[in-house]
Nanobody, 115 residues
Framework: QVQLVESGGTLVQAGGSLRLSCAASRSIFSINTMYWYRQAPGKQRELVASITSHGNTVYVDSVKGRFTISRDNLKNTVYLHMNSLKPEDTAVYYC?????????WGQGTQVTVSS
């Protein structure tokens, strides 16, 4: 079982930066890929970024060049560094991990970008 706790979301002005954190309750060495998703009001949840245990990353086109996902296996934490934030980045951001065939989600952290 894995518990995920996100933090770092807040209100920020357009053009600003934030760093989101996702702390796992167990070692993430054995979790191949960690994910960040987001869900804006009235929209479906979308995959924002992923990172494998080897450090390979994938991003949705809308955040390429602005967001960076990273992981610290010693701290059991995954980060999402967000720069040049836009109002359309406003959403609840969720951390996700698939472990032993089960999907684990955090409770989410709200990011609001004002124009």
């Amino acid at each position: 079982q894995v518990q995920l706790v996100e933090s770092g979301g807040t209100l920020v002005q357009a053009g600003g930066s934030l760093r989101l954190s996702c702390a796992a309750s167990r070692s993430i060495f054995s979790i191949n890929t960690m994910y960040w998703y987001r869900q804006a009001p009235g929209k479906q949840r979308e995959l924002v970024a992923s990172i494998t245990s080897h450090g390979n990353t994938v991003y949705v086109d809308s955040v390429k060049g602005r967001f960076t996902i990273s992981r610290d296996n010693l701290k059991n934490t995954v980060y999402l560094h967000m720069n040049s934030l836009k109002p359309e980045d406003t959403a609840v951001y969720y951390c996700n991990a698939k472990y032993d065939g089960i999907d684990y989600w955090g409770q989410g952290t709200q990011v609001t970008v004002s124009s």
